[in-house]
Nanobody, 125 residues
Framework: VQLQASGGGSVHTGGSLRLSCVASGRTSSQHTVAWFRQAPGREREFVAGIFRSYGRSYYEDSVKGRFAISRDNSKNTVSLQMNTLKPEDTAVYYC???????????????????WGQGTLVTVSS
């Protein structure tokens, strides 16, 4: 599976961006998909995810109500709509997918087999 992320950029506080991640290869609607981010000097953290094909979305607390993850299986695409952006959202964002992650591992980056290349989001005040 190969993942190609896009959509990053620079915005001011309160702005919006939409990240997209297109998967190719042996993809499946049964795979778990997620977005992680890594800010300078900080560890990678979970942002949002959809566990397998169940459809329910999960979010890191600081992005709840501002970010929305979605998937379009017909296009092998997972998106992250980011609204009301804050400077602390500045990071490189990575999409990830896994055929084997179990629910308790949803927020653990090392559980994912496949990663996109990352796209930079910069939010200035």
């Amino acid at each position: 599976v190969q993942l190609q992320a896009s959509g990053g950029g620079s915005v001011h506080t309160g702005g919006s961006l939409r990240l997209s991640c297109v998967a190719s290869g042996r993809t499946s609607s049964q795979h778990t998909v997620a977005w992680f981010r890594q800010a300078p000097g900080r560890e990678r953290e979970f942002v949002a995810g959809i566990f397998r094909s169940y459809g329910r979305s999960y979010y890191e607390d600081s992005v709840k109500g501002r970010f929305a993850i979605s998937r379009d299986n017909s296009k092998n695409t997972v998106s992250l709509q980011m609204n009301t952006l804050k400077p602390e959202d500045t990071a490189v964002y990575y999409c990830a997918t896994s055929a084997s992650v179990i629910f308790s591992q949803l927020r653990i980056g090392n559980s994912y087999e496949y990663w996109g290349q990352g796209t930079l989001v910069t939010v200035s005040s």
